[in-house]
């Protein structure tokens, strides 16, 4: 059974395949909330649209089943309602994402397809997939692929599908690619209206609405340039750090770096992890999922400062490790485990032990493992946000600055997409 989020995905592929047939002018009369309120009702008497844009696109939603998205949208209208408040946006402002656009606002589907991909599938997204995979594995730059572009769903014309073919081919022989190479044929291919990678968030009050990333980085930049690091916050359990930044002291926003020290029987987790917060305003959060992506993140500022920076916190954090694994074999011996046992092992047969076991285990990531890389980022953040002139940019604040991008997709080597939300 497909998860919610690969049945939204196709549903919306399925609403932007039915506003586009509709065309900008007929979109708003069948895409009507006020007529048809609740995707049972617009199903009654749009059927026929269903079937034809589910066959229009078959293929195309792969691991999902027009009656697995059936099932879903009768059972989940909120998912109903935010589809067809995209689509509609969609249909009626495309062209202003790019002025080529334009044709797919005309009735009829205009040699386009709504496609969402998953591993081992054959669409024109899987084929992206598998490029980028190419260039990450030669140039580190991304965790997954949702820092180079969060798309969900993607546009792609019978042009784009040739071309993104043509190069598969081309690099999957060759066994080489760059992001240079992948953000060229992306780039190109939406500047010419042919491939538009779409990233969905539900929409829950209001219209829907379109925001384009890393098509004018200068413009991005200049919209950053009021953020400052602020201050570095501790958290009552010591076992992560909340960097804190804004325009202002009074700033609620903040890049949280921590350790989750469970496992899924009784080893020990090296995974630290991070993500952007915003509670205090707007702005598109995202994580950081491992170590050794942070330290790039850090290499990229391409300060001097960092440089010594990457080299103390790589040390750090092997020697952390190395305690912490050692920590955690004693631990299991005082409880009577090994690392390869089920965690049923303790926590069916003494409840209590294994709370107690859970807690000694988040102390010991605390004391000898993350607890020395924050103590260490503390020092250097603090060190660092250094009074400058109006027009400058203290290292601190160059540090969120990359990571706010990075967590975002807005990296320097990431890929142009569009929200709507």
Same mark, same amino acid.
């Given at each position: ?9 196709? %549903? ?45 696109? /078959? ?91 969060? %798309? ?9 599908? /040739? ?37 969905? /968030? ?49 700033? /609620? ?56 920076? *990457? ?33 049923? *092992? ?76």
């Amino acid at each position: 059974m497909a998860d919610a989020t690969a049945l939204f995905e196709s %549903a919306q592929a399925l609403f932007c395949a039915i506003a586009d047939n509709a065309g900008a002018n007929k979109a708003s009369s069948i895409l009507n909330l006020d007529k048809f309120p609740s995707y049972n009702i617009f199903k009654e008497q749009n059927s026929k649209l269903i079937d034809t844009a589910n066959q229009y696109n /078959k293929g195309m939603t792969v691991g999902v089943t027009p009656k697995m998205m059936d099932d879903f949208l009768s059972k989940n209208n909120d998912w109903y309602i935010s589809s067809v408040k995209i689509a509609l946006k969609i249909i009626q402002e495309i062209d202003k994402i790019d002025k080529d656009f334009q044709k797919i606002k005309r009735p009829g589907w205009n040699k386009f397809f709504y496609v969402r991909g998953a591993a081992g599938g054959t669409t024109a997204m899987d084929d992206i997939g598998t490029l980028f995979s190419l260039a990450n594995s030669k140039d580190k730059q991304f965790g997954d692929i949702n820092k180079w572009s969060p %798309a969900d769903i993607y546009f792609t014309s019978t042009v784009a599908e /040739k071309e993104i073919q043509e190069e598969f081919d081309r690099a999957t022989k060759e066994k080489t690619y760059t992001f240079i190479e992948l953000n060229k044929l992306v780039n190109n291919l939406l500047d010419r209206g042919e491939l538009l990678p779409l990233s969905l /968030k539900k929409v829950e009050k209001g219209d829907a609405t379109l925001h384009k990333y890393n098509f004018n980085p200068s413009l991005e930049d200049k919209a950053l340039s009021s953020i400052q690091y602020q201050k570095a916050k501790r958290a009552a359990s010591g076992r992560d750090v909340q960097l804190y930044f804004g325009e202002s002291a009074s700033s /609620k926003n903040y890049f949280k770096l921590r350790h989750d020290p469970s496992h899924e029987k009784f080893g020990a987790s090296a995974t630290i992890k991070g993500e952007i917060i915003y509670n205090s305003s707007g702005g598109r959060g995202g994580s950081l999922a491992s170590f050794d992506i942070l330290t790039k993140v850090i290499e990229n500022t391409r300060i001097a400062s960092t440089e010594r920076l *990457k080299k103390d916190l790589i040390s750090t954090q092997a020697k952390g490790l190395k305690d912490y694994k050692a920590g955690i074999d004693v631990l299991n011996k005082k409880y009577g485990v090994q690392a390869s046992d089920p965690k049923t *092992k303790l926590k069916v047969a003494n409840p209590k032990a294994y709370e107690a076991y859970q807690s000694e285990r988040a102390e010991l990531s605390r004391d000898v493992y993350i607890g020395p890389i924050i103590n260490l980022l503390e020092k250097w953040f603090e060190a660092n946000n250094k009074k400058v002139k109006s027009s400058q940019v203290n290292d601190s604040t160059r540090l969120i600055l990359s990571l706010i991008k990075y967590t975002s997709s807005r990296s320097p080597k990431s890929g142009k997409f569009v929200i709507a939300k």
